[in-house]
């Protein structure tokens, strides 16, 4: 691909894909709950500058909201809410052991060959910009089912589960100029009601069994009274 050949907003473009994918794979490395939670609001930071750049070159007044909801939700509040419930849980001394640290990074490596891939048969159909993103997102969607699986912490799944989200927003942001004003909105809302959900069942969970981390979890068993 001529870079030199393509406009500013779609070298931009580009640019904002690789550094969302960057951070997909810091999350996918990051041991540290605190540091994760960083670098999540670090990718909404991203995603609310994507969406603030369409909303320029489209021309599309709500994604100008879109921006605004995702630097309050995913830069500023979610994270704040997940720094405090980590804080207040004492999680933040703790850093996870990773079985085989580089066999997921290396597993990382290879979903992203395998989205590039899965994308190849849309390029009679999409622009090479539009084909890059859309392999972008379906790599940072899957390598966030992969952090929620080689993870055992909740606190670390449920910022998985969020980044799957935000691989989601960015397809629909780049590929399609954004959604509707009213799903946009349901969705915010769905993510926020989720976040503070997540933190009710943090404390729940925290003091049935005294931890979060999900392999105790699975060894529960009843006992016969």
């Known amino acids: 691909m001529d870079l030199t050949a393509l406009s500013h907003y779609e070298q931009a473009i580009l640019v904002l894909s690789s550094l969302v994918l960057y951070t997909s794979f810091a999350l996918l490395g990051q041991t540290r709950i605190l540091n994760l939670i960083t670098i999540f609001a670090w990718q909404g930071a991203l995603l609310s500058a994507t969406a603030m750049m369409v909303a320029i070159v489209s021309g599309q007044h709500h994604l100008y909201i879109s ?5 309050v939700l995913k830069v500023l509040f ?3 809410l997940l720094r405090y419930h980590s804080l207040k849980l004492n999680l933040h001394y703790e850093a996870e052991k990773l079985a085989y640290p580089s066999l997921i990074l ?5 979903l992203v060959i395998f989205s590039y891939y899965v994308v190849l048969p849309i390029e ?3 622009a090479k910009v539009t084909r890059n993103t859309i392999a972008v997102s379906l ?4 390598l966030s089912m992969l952090l929620i699986i080689s993870r055992r912490q909740v606190v670390s799944q449920v910022v998985g589960f969020m980044a799957i989200e935000n691989g989601l927003f960015f397809t629909a942001l780049v590929a399609t100029y954004g959604m509707p004003m009213v799903v946009e909105l349901g ?4 993510v926020l009601i989720a976040a503070v959900l997540f933190g009710v069942f943090f404390f729940h969970i925290r003091s ?3 931890s979060l981390d999900v392999d105790r979890m699975n060894r529960l068993s009843e006992v016969d009274e």
């Open 124 to 126: 009679q159909l999409a």
């Open 187 to 190: 969705v915010a809302f769905d």
């Open 208 to 210: 049935s069994i005294d």
């Open 78 to 80: 979610i994270p704040w």
């Open 106 to 110: 290396l597993g990382g490596v290879a």
């Open 67 to 71: 921006a605004v909801l995702t630097l």
């Open 139 to 142: 790599a940072v969607v899957l």
